[in-house]
């Protein structure tokens, strides 16, 4: 069973920077849309920011869009989130998301149902 592997995450000062990666298996990776989302206390879990595969296009929500940084190594079968100038709303839980390599790859995604294989989530928390 195909699994995804989230690491970093963890506390940082408003301002500051954090950097996420998320591994998948060979065998999946270069078919394979990723992205991360994220879930804050009492709310729902909402799209961060998306790589295709191949040419790796990067897309992003408006909230992070220029702070956050995605990309992917297809040699490492890793996708790295690097946030940066980090404020308290960014407070959440961040799950790595895959969707199934029987779609195109070459498409972006932000709609949660599409994404078939999920990480265990990693916490970040943004407090002075």
């Known amino acids: 069973q195909e699994q995804l592997v989230e690491s970093g995450g963890g506390l940082a000062q408003p301002g500051g920077s954090l950097t996420l990666s998320c591994g998948a298996s060979r065998r999946i990776f270069s078919n394979i849309v990723m992205a991360w989302f994220r879930k804050a206390p009492g709310m729902e879990r909402e799209f961060v920011a998306g790589i295709t595969s191949r040419r790796g296009g990067s897309y992003y929500a408006d909230s992070v869009k220029d702070r956050f940084t995605i990309s992917r190594d297809n040699g490492k079968n890793t996708v790295t989130l690097k946030m940066s100038n980090l404020n308290p709303e960014d407070t959440a839980t961040y799950y790595c998301?895959?969707?199934?390599?029987?779609?195109?790859?070459?498409?972006?995604?932000?709609?949660?149902?599409?994404?078939?294989?999920w990480g265990q989530g990693t916490q970040v928390t943004v407090s002075s």
């Open positions: 998301a895959a969707t199934s390599p029987t779609r195109r790859p070459d498409l972006p995604e932000r709609r949660q149902s599409e994404f078939v294989l």
